[in-house]
């Protein structure tokens, strides 16, 4: 990319001026995310780059679940954003409408929050998830369990594995009938 003044320059996100196609929005979607993303790693053993597991969570969707309501798919692809990345609200609602920030907030998990608290709370509080975020907890849910059972941290034991998985099943569990 161009450097100009010692600063790299960054891509500029808003929303064109002509109607856009839903693979042109999902596309800027995740070029969103992954700008947003550009410095997180996954805690596999290989530190993959995290933005595999937006794009993993809306393929799933979109290939496996049948997903085809655009915003579901492009929330799909931002749902780390204002949990990871300091995104806000208004700025994924500014850039990708309203519908979009929703599923995206509730999915979202509070940080300030205690880690065991914030499982508990997820788990609690999927049932009264709407069914779109339900789709979107669902596949985030499977790709994290996939990548657990396939391509764990390596400092992870084998229990440390199981409870993840549990928990994941709790969580699902409350997002039946989607």
């Keep these: 990319r161009a450097r100009q003044h010692g600063q790299e320059a960054r891509p500029i996100f808003r929303t064109p001026m002509t109607p856009e196609t839903d693979s042109a929005l999902l596309l800027r979607a995740i070029a969103f995310a992954a700008d ?13 780059p995290y933005i595999n ?8 969707l ?3 679940g049948g997903v085809e309501d655009i915003d579901v798919l492009v929330a799909a692809a931002l749902h780390d954003t204002i949990e990871d990345t300091g995104t806000t609200p208004a700025e994924l609602e500014a850039t990708f409408g309203k519908r979009v920030r929703g599923f995206v907030e509730e999915v979202t998990d509070d940080k300030n929050v205690e880690k065991q608290e914030r499982k508990r709370r997820q788990a609690e509080h999927a049932p009264h998830l709407s069914p779109s975020a339900k789709l979107i907890k669902l596949s985030d849910q499977t790709s994290n369990v996939t990548d657990v059972a396939l391509s764990p941290p390596s400092n992870w034991s084998p229990e440390r594995k199981r409870e993840y998985v549990e ?5 699902a569990a409350g997002c039946r009938r989607v």
């Excluded at 597991?53 to 799933?60: E, F, G, K, L, Q």
């Design 36 to 48: 947003r993303h550009r410095k997180q790693r996954r805690k596999d053993a290989d530190k993959t």
């Design 53 to 60: 597991h937006p794009i993993d969570v809306a393929s799933r």
């Design 62 to 64: 979109a290939n496996i």
């Design 167 to 171: 928990w994941a099943e709790r969580v």
